[in-house]
């Protein structure tokens, strides 16, 4: 099997698309690709971020992944996109970094690569569909590949049966949720894989 670049973006509040992301990145190793995990800048007033302990706290304890940039981009096959739901939308935050991505787009350097995405709420219910499909919608444009898991695993079942991509109420992550978050990110390696054949 060709060995697969993929690039894991992530933004993360509290920590749990934190934890998410260090577990894509394991299972995608794991699956034989190259990895780079890259967190995307945050965009809240300085201010505003120390004020609430819980969200300084996740930003230090993230402070040795280096920062997501354009050249993380172009260098990848495939991408795993991970991000809280804001209003039913991706994070402000990763909508800031996608918004400097058009001179690639023009270049067709996002196009044909891969990808795939999860997201969290702190409810079941809190937009996390939505924050799945807003974000096909981007990837649309660039022409990426896109591969949800669908339900091609028992996994999706037991973690809630997204199909869109791996999804949970904000919290610690289970073995079921880990499972799910595997799956689909061999999923994406595999198929990553046979394209780049």
Not at 109 to 127: E, I, Q, R
Request: aromatic fraction near 8%; hydrophobic fraction near 40%.
């Amino acid at each position: 099997m060709a060995q697969p670049k993929i690039t894991i973006i992530f933004y993360s509040t509290y920590g749990t698309n934190h934890a998410m992301a260090k577990e894509v990145e394991r299972a995608a190793t794991e699956a034989g690709a190259e990895v780079r995990l890259r967190r995307v800048p945050e965009t809240a007033p300085k201010e505003v971020v120390e004020g609430q302990d819980a969200w300084k706290a996740q930003l230090e304890k993230m402070s040795d992944i280096a920062e997501i940039s354009h050249d993380d981009m172009t260098w990848a096959d495939g991408y795993f996109f991970l991000s809280p739901t804001r209003y039913g939308n991706p994070a402000s935050q990763l909508r800031v970094f996608i918004d400097t991505l058009g001179p690639l787009w023009m270049d067709g350097k996002l196009a044909d690569k891969t990808v795939t995405a999860a997201t969290s709420a702190n409810t079941m219910h809190g937009g996390q569909e939505t924050t799945l499909l807003t974000m096909m919608v981007t990837f649309s444009h660039w022409g990426c590949i896109m591969v949800p898991p669908g339900y091609t695993d028992q996994s999706i079942f037991e973690a809630g049966g997204n199909p869109y991509g791996f999804s949970k109420a904000a919290g610690e992550l289970t073995d079921t949720d880990k499972a799910a978050l595997a799956h689909q990110a061999k999923r994406l390696v595999e198929k990553t894989a046979k394209l780049i054949a």
